[in-house]
Every structure is written in structure tokens, then in C-alpha cells.
């Protein structure tokens, strides 16, 4: 039973880790930008920064919106990661080509075909008196959990930005899916962003992208950010060389405030964690 929680906690884990992080206390507020045309998407090259902080505050806002992930490292095959999110009453769906993950109000359900009868199964044991699932992962800053989160990796990459690029620029009027938008593009070299302490990036998040970037060996980064005519962020990409060779993670957002429905399954749909357990325990047991 050990081998298979194992696994099946890895299992969400990963899931969460593709996508969700705390926002907390979002750093930067509507507030700290001044004057509309510094919030206002397009401004001059100097407005850069601003206009990522007024995206980054807008965004946090929001009570719902959705995500696609797609990376490729070296010659690997390229992942796919679709996401929804909502932050009142809290609910996230996570779909990748293995994994199909909700998480409602604290409690997360997978999907399976181990279990007869039952299409989804829960690590919760009804009547145990366990408390309910916490969504937060390797990715969620635990000091920011209980605040508004925002999905994906925004928080870092923008954060990161913020607190060292020397290069950050706005690059040109272009168009993502049937959006206009400005591109912004800075670097952020590592080792500047190790010893950063300031408003920009929390500590919680300048090292859990310290620890990612870390174990990918790259040592710095390239970062791009599409804010669309509505001052949200579009879409954005990190690119950098690894140790297994040139890198890149994009990320497009879209249905801002747009409820994504994401329900619990029906109860008689949903195995307990001993009968899932009790459906799949032979094949975890045969692989070790």
C-alpha cells in the first residue's frame, strides 16, 4: 500500500506542479502602478516593467481563466498540459495525456480505469476524521497557499523579470491566437536573481525558481510576455539551455472570468482510496 500512495501522490504532485501556484499577496498591487498610460499594454519601452505589474495585479483579480502548457527539452517529445482554474469556490482541472486531475473545494480526484464500475478515485477515506486534501504542491509557496493563487507559471517568470532583468524591453505590436498584443522579452541571469531581495519577487518564489532552474542546469533565461489590449497576459514563454540542451515552456491563457464549470464527480463514481488500492494493488506490487 505504501508503493502505491507513493505513486499516486507523485502522480498529483506532477500534476500540480505543471501548473498552479500561490499568488499570495500578489507583490505588486493595482495601486502601485501610476497613471494609465504606464498600465495601458503598448506604452513606451521604459513602460515595461510597469505594464507587467499592472498584468500581474489584473490577473490575480480574476476569479477564474485557463492555461495551456506545452515544453520541450532537447530532442524529448514535446508535453502538453491543458488547465482550468477558479479561485471562488475553488477548483482546478488538470489534463495531460496520462493524467486527469480535479481538485474541488481541498479534495483531489483522478481518473482511473483500475477500479470497475467507478471512473475517478480519491486518497480520502470516508468517515476517517483525515482532513481534507490540501492543493498545495512543491510548487505553492507555503506561506501564500491560503491566499488568491494564480495558475501557472506567471508568478515566477514575471516575478523574476521584475526583480533582475538589465534587458528588459517591449519588442513589438504582434498577435497571439486572434489577440493583439505587446511583446516584452528580458533575461534573467541566475546568479543576479540568487542574491535579490525586494518587492518584485518573493523569497518564497525567487527560490523555488532558483531550485527548477537548478536542477535543469541552466543558468539563465530568456523570458517573454504577451499582454493583450485588455491589459492581461496572453501568453509566455521561457527559454534556456539545459543540461540536456536547449529548453522551452509556453504557456497561453485565455477565459478570463469565464466560469469553467469544474464540478467533484458524482459520489458513486468515485472509488475509495482502499478500493483502489484493493482494484490496482497487484500491478504496483508486481513492479516493485
Not at 207 to 226: N, T
Not at 246 to 267: C, L, M, Q, V
Request: proline share 5%; net charge positive.
Amino acid at each position: 500500500m505504501k508503493a502505491i500512495r507513493k505513486s499516486v501522490t507523485a502522480a498529483i504532485s506532477a500534476a500540480l506542479v505543471m501548473g498552479l501556484a500561490a499568488c499570495g499577496g500578489n507583490d505588486t498591487k493595482a495601486s502601485d502602478v501610476k497613471g494609465d498610460h504606464a498600465a495601458r499594454p503598448g506604452g513606451a519601452a521604459a513602460d515595461a516593467p510597469a505594464v507587467l505589474k499592472a498584468a500581474l495585479a489584473k490577473m490575480a483579480q480574476q476569479n477564474s481563466y485557463r492555461t495551456v502548457e506545452t515544453a520541450r527539452t532537447g530532442g524529448e517529445p514535446e508535453s502538453r498540459t491543458e488547465m482550468a482554474f477558479r479561485n471562488e469556490p475553488e477548483a482546478t482541472e488538470v489534463k495531460t495525456p496520462d493524467v486527469h486531475m480535479l481538485s474541488v473545494n481541498g479534495t483531489s480526484y483522478m481518473a482511473t480505469k483500475d477500479v470497475p464500475g467507478k471512473s475517478w478515485f480519491t486518497m480520502a477515506e470516508p468517515d476517517s476524521g483525515a482532513k481534507k486534501q490540501a492543493t498545495s504542491s512543491p510548487s505553492t509557496p507555503p506561506k501564500e497557499n491560503a491566499e488568491r493563487r494564480v495558475a501557472g507559471s506567471v508568478k515566477k517568470w514575471v516575478g523574476a523579470l521584475l526583480a533582475v532583468s538589465k534587458d528588459l524591453k517591449h519588442v513589438g505590436r504582434e498577435t497571439v491566437g486572434t489577440r493583439a498584443a505587446d511583446h516584452y522579452r528580458g533575461t534573467v541571469v541566475l546568479a543576479d536573481l540568487k542574491n535579490y531581495e525586494g518587492p518584485a519577487m518573493t523569497k518564497d518564489y525567487r527560490d523555488l525558481y532558483l531550485l527548477q532552474s537548478g536542477k535543469a542546469g541552466r543558468k539563465k533565461a530568456e523570458i517573454d510576455v504577451w499582454v493583450d489590449e485588455n491589459g492581461f497576459i496572453a501568453k509566455e514563454e521561457e527559454k534556456g539551455r539545459t543540461a540536456k540542451g536547449d529548453d522551452r515552456i509556453t504557456e497561453e491563457f485565455s477565459g478570463y472570468g469565464a466560469d469553467p464549470k469544474i464540478k467533484a464527480p458524482r459520489p458513486e463514481t468515485v472509488a475509495t482510496w482502499s478500493q483502489y488500492v484493493a482494484a490496482s494493488g497487484k500491478r504496483y506490487r508486481t513492479h516493485g
